[in-house]
């Protein structure tokens, strides 16, 4: 009986797939005076509560520097979108996205050479005021 206790407990602190799995918040917003919109991927830990505290830090920033965007998203998953599910890869896709440590910035909703434009700005601002290395990435 003991054995077997013992075994029991030896299995509950093996580590799950659901303890390995990285969680993505997900935040997509427009800014409703220039109609760009954006999508947010911020790679987190096995903890959805820190991917849920990533999000809202980004939305607290986001709210003192666009009055005008408005969120249409917000939530945490292990899964990325299928369009989507390469973009930590860095590989180009059909819209131009900022690359930067843990965080992918997807943006669109005007024409492409804008779109691009925007996110060689945001590239260089990311670079400058976090200190970290950050691209934009298109086709």
Not at 31 to 45: L, P
Not at 83 to 111: C, M, N, W
Request: hydrophobic letters at 35%; proline letters at 4%; one cysteine or more.
């Amino acid at each position: 009986m003991f054995k077997i206790i013992l075994i029991g407990l030896i299995l509950l602190n093996l580590p799950t797939e659901t303890d390995s799995s990285v969680y993505y918040g997900i935040i997509q917003y427009t800014d409703q005076s220039s109609g760009v919109s954006f999508i947010v991927f911020q790679e987190a830990d096995s903890s959805k509560k820190f991917c849920e505290d990533l999000n809202e830090n980004y939305i607290r920033g986001l709210r003192t520097t666009c009055s005008t965007c408005v969120i249409e998203l917000n939530g945490c998953d292990t899964t990325l979108p299928s369009a989507y599910k390469t973009i930590f890869q860095d590989k180009p896709l059909s819209v131009p996205y900022l690359s930067a440590p843990h965080t992918r910035i997807v943006v669109f909703g005007v024409e492409f050479s804008h779109a691009k434009s925007i996110c060689n700005e945001m590239a260089t601002r990311w670079r400058e005021g976090m200190n970290q290395p950050a691209r934009c990435i298109s086709q």
